[in-house]
């Protein structure tokens, strides 16, 4: 919870009583879910946190309420301090006879659509759906394999600037429909969820943000994490079975096996649980984990200074080793977790490691000669279909690795800024 400085910190009398804003609860394993959905600000809570959570909503005053703990566990709570923190995460209307300053909500995507207009995102129907499409496709595709696409068919076309804009377009308009499968289905859940761009390593992505699914049941939940992939396997799905009955050699088929291929691209990406993809999603819920990301990371750079640390000659002392178990982030969460954080860890940095490999080995040298050889292409001697065609390189390549820059700046600095409770 959030340190609040002394001159900000609500004064509290043994009294007063607590009015709360609406708040959302919901168990999970040894503790409880709990969250505004309005400010989109969830915590973990212990037993002992929810239950004072539940007199305080119920009208008991501070000292009312540690006394009825007391009673109940035979343990003492600071229950002053566990209302001021409860402020500090906007979770208190009012404290006695002052209300509380409330934070400005963040904006939604789509604030139009309703969750009783989408509610259908939620049934088994479409779920039901998606599994006989895919079955249906795995069923062509064993009878006819040569619709099987590879990156040939992305060149349906010898101008390379058309195959760069329709292929810019398609794979945009796929992943504006993978995020909007999202956004619905976590709105059908009552979770506001608001679309952006975001960065990934060195990937440009869109990401929406589902925060307060968290307090949905397992099947929303499940439902909201895995509704991009089931869209990206839907529409492939789809296009093998027009595929099947499309004539071989002709510009539809052609266009039709590119589609597939740019809606099957996305799936290996999401294997990527290290760059918090939808399935890291999915595994940090079935792992019990409250921030594996973070956790994990936190592990990684411990173990980091841990091996440096042994590695400096006449440094590795048994006080310093026992200083270093000390000071193990993942020896404080349950043992479940401990594992999983210790496990993750180690995916995330050889993952990592890959992909910056993978950058520098490739993605960098083939931008770079394409961008030098458009920049070759616009000068005099050449046609002007060569011209336009450097251009479009230079605007689409040129273009996605600026927006990169920019949507990497805008997140480290909105990092940076003040943080909310």
């Known amino acids: 919870m959030t340190d609040v400085a002394a001159e900000d910190a609500p004064r509290i009398e043994p009294s007063a009583r607590v009015l709360l804003h609406d708040l959302a609860v919901r168990r999970d394993r ?38 009825t703990l007391r009673a109940e566990t035979g343990e003492e709570f600071e229950i002053t301090d566990f209302v001021r923190d409860l402020a500090a995460l906007g979770f208190v209307a009012r404290i006695a006879d002052r209300p509380l300053p409330d934070a400005e909500p963040p904006r939604a ?5 309703r969750p009783r207009h989408v509610r259908f995102a939620l049934h088994p129907a479409p779920a039901v759906l998606a599994g006989v499409l895919l079955a249906a496709a ?83 939940r499940m439902t909201a994490y895995l ?58 819920d079935v792992t019990g984990c409250r921030n594996l990301y973070g956790d994990g990371l936190a592990y990684a750079r411990y173990v980091s200074r841990r091996v440096t640390r042994r590695l400096r000659p006449g440094r590795s002392t048994e006080a310093g080793d026992r200083s270093a178990e000390a000071g193990d982030p993942s020896v404080p ?57 450097s251009a479009a390189v230079l605007v689409t390549l040129g273009g996605i690795n600026v927006l990169w820059l920019v949507t990497k700046w805008r997140d480290r600095r909105s990092r940076s800024g003040p943080s909310s409770p």
């Open 30 to 67: 040894d503790e409880w879910i709990v969250g505004r959905m309005a400010t989109r600000t969830f915590v973990a809570l212990p037993a002992a946190g929810a239950r004072a959570l539940e007199l305080l909503g119920d009208g008991r005053s501070v000292a009312r309420t540690a006394e």
């Open 109 to 113: 995507s789509l604030p139009w659509l």
């Open 138 to 220: 795995v069923a062509v595709l064993v009878r006819r394999p040569d619709l099987l696409p590879g990156y040939r068919d992305l060149l349906w076309s010898p101008h390379g600037s058309l195959v760069l804009f329709s292929g810019a377009a398609a794979g945009w308009a796929l992943l504006l429909a993978h995020e909007l499968a999202h956004l619905v289905t976590a709105r059908a859940a009552g979770v506001p969820g608001r679309m952006r761009l975001g960065t990934r390593l060195q990937f440009l992505v869109m990401q929406t943000d589902i925060s307060g699914i968290e307090l949905a049941p397992r099947r929303h």
């Open 227 to 284: 509704a991009g992939i089931a869209l990206n396997l839907s529409v492939a799905s789809a296009l093998v079975l027009i595929l099947a009955v499309t004539d071989t050699g002709t510009t539809a088929h052609r266009l039709l096996a590119a589609a597939l291929l740019l809606a099957l691209m996305p799936l290996p990406f999401q294997c990527m649980v290290f760059t918090r993809t939808d399935l890291y999603f999915v595994l940090q």
């Open 333 to 389: 969460l349950p043992p479940h977790e401990r594992r999983a954080v210790r496990l993750y860890s180690v995916v995330l940095v050889a993952g990592t490691a890959a992909c910056l490999a993978f950058m520098a080995a490739v993605t960098l040298p083939v931008d770079v000669a394409l961008l030098v050889r458009a920049v070759r292409g616009l000068g005099p001697g050449h046609s002007l279909a060569d011209t336009a065609d």
